[in-house]
Every structure is written in structure tokens, then in C-alpha cells.
Nanobody
Framework: QVQLAESGGRLVQAGGSLQLSCAAS????????MGWFRQAPGKEREFVAA??????????FYADSAKNRFTISLDNSKRTVYLQMNSLNSEDTAVYYC?????????????????WGLGTQVTVSA
């Protein structure tokens, strides 16, 4: 079992920045993928970004909506993934969820992730 705890969500003005964190605890994987998804009211869960750790290096993946604005990073020693979000706008308002899976997966498919956190609310005001 893996437990994930997201933090960092809050109300922020449009154009502002925010950093989300997701810390994993419990069972460990030598290689794994951690991803960020978001879900706005009435919409499906949407891929934002993911990082795949091979055991020695990592590779990042982004949704088109996140490219050039968001940066995902991994501190493997802390088993924590971060999502730095810049130039936020109202369309970024959502609950942001962190997921994890053993090994490398199809990062954009939420069904590939084995464990999820409870989410953290991000609200961007105009």
C-alpha cells in the first residue's frame, strides 16, 4: 500500500504562481511514475503532468495546457513530487490529484495509476 498526501492548493489571483507537493509513504518501488491530474466540477479527471523515475534518472511529461507554464520535479530521496504552476488562469481552477504507479506506464491514462491522494483545491480568481 502507498499513501499519497497532496498539499499547497489555495486561492490565488490570475497570473499568479503556486507550488503543489505530493509526498508518498508506505510501500516503495524501485521504478515508478508519479503524476498530477486535475478535475473541475462537471468535468472528467484530466492529465496535467507526470514524472517517471527509472531508478537512476527521471523523465517528465506534460499536457499541452501545462507546457511552458508548469514544471514537474521529483525528489526521489523524499519520494515527493512537486508541481510548480505559473501564469495561472481561471481554467486552472480544479481539484488537483496526485497518483503513483510502479514502473513506467501510459502517463496520460488515469486508470494506469495504482494509488491516489485525496486532492488539493486550487482556485484561481479573475
Amino acid at each position: 500500500q502507498v499513501q499519497l498526501a497532496e498539499s499547497g492548493g489555495r486561492l490565488v489571483q490570475a497570473g499568479g504562481s503556486l507550488q503543489l507537493s505530493c509526498a508518498a509513504s508506505g510501500e516503495t518501488f524501485r521504478a515508478y511514475t508519479m503524476g498530477w491530474f486535475r478535475q473541475a466540477p462537471g468535468k472528467e479527471r484530466e492529465f496535467v503532468a507526470a514524472v517517471a523515475w527509472s531508478g537512476s534518472n527521471d523523465e517528465a511529461f506534460y499536457a499541452d495546457s501545462a507546457k511552458n507554464r508548469f514544471t514537474i520535479s521529483l525528489d526521489n530521496s523524499k519520494r515527493t513530487v512537486y508541481l510548480q504552476m505559473n501564469s495561472l488562469n481561471s481554467e486552472d481552477t480544479a481539484v488537483y490529484y496526485c497518483g503513483i504507479a510502479a514502473g513506467w506506464i501510459v502517463v496520460r491514462d488515469p486508470s494506469e495509476y495504482e494509488y491516489w491522494g485525496l486532492g488539493t483545491q486550487v482556485t484561481v480568481s479573475a
